[in-house]
């Protein structure tokens, strides 16, 4: 159980476009679902916190209208790279909320997504 | 602020040798959850354990073992009979008792290589 999946698991695009990553949860239902930032031989970077049915909660120094989020169901979250540039070549993770008994969530990741963007 | 420190860069250790992975964090929170990940060269991060800030007990699991020591601000992950299918990264990650946002605050990851 608590399997998370990403899709697509890479991407390269031309500078200037969109892409869109999706994270799904195949066996739980997650009202909360999170997107980080890893680069090379680093930590990840916690980007975003995507609730069901809600606005997506940004970082500091993450941009809104680049990192576009939608949480459209208990299953799917998305995040768009918009007008994508190369320094947005990443790898990017998605995570789901397990719920456990008062607070005791663990996450779970999806697999990565590589974008490299020419 | 909260803050998880894995002083260890890299190891290598030769197949069979036990290595411990340091993990040290800093939180101001009486409720709080610590876990540890394994990212293995595939780049999926996987669960390992999830540690309440009330549960001091230490945990073996098969080959791997946990000791939580509170006074210390630590939480050590044991490998016994270290394989060469444990190579990884591996994170250390603290979070607010909170089931509101469960944010995860990672260090900045171990880099193990087992070899044969």
């Known amino acids: 159980g608590a399997v998370v999946s990403q899709h697509p698991s890479w991407v390269i695009c031309k500078s200037g476009t969109s892409v869109k990553i999706e994270c799904r949860s195949l066996?739980?239902?997650?009202?909360?679902m999170f997107w980080y930032r890893q680069f090379p031989k680093q930590s990840l970077m916690l980007m975003a916190t995507?609730?069901?049915?809600?606005?997506?909660?940004?970082e500091q120094g993450v941009e809104k209208d680049k990192f576009l989020i939608n949480h459209a169901s208990l299953t799917l979250s998305t995040l768009t790279v918009t007008s994508a540039h190369p320094e947005d070549s990443s790898f990017y993770i998605c995570s789901a909320s397990l719920p456990g008994l008062a607070g005791q969530d663990t996450q779970y990741f999806g697999p990565g997504t590589r974008l490299t963007v020419l | 602020a909260q803050k998880v420190t894995q002083a260890q860069t890299e190891i290598s250790v030769v197949e069979k040798e036990d290595v411990t992975l340091d993990c040290v964090y800093e939180t101001r929170d009486t409720t709080y959850y610590l876990f540890w990940y394994k990212q293995p060269p595939s780049g999926e991060l996987v669960f390992l354990i999830r540690r309440n800030s009330f549960d001091e007990q230490n945990e073996i699991s098969g080959r791997y073992s946990w000791n939580f020591q509170k006074s210390t601000s630590s939480f050590n992950f044991t490998i016994t009979a270290s394989q060469v299918v444990d190579s990884a990264v591996y994170f250390c990650?603290?979070?607010?008792?909170?089931?509101?946002?469960?944010?995860?605050?990672f260090g900045q990851g171990t880099t193990l290589q087992v070899k044969p």
């Open positions: 995507s609730n069901e049915g809600s606005k997506a909660t940004y």
């Open positions: 066996d739980f239902q997650a009202t909360t």
């Open positions: 990650a603290l979070s607010k008792g909170s089931s509101n946002t469960g944010k995860l605050i």
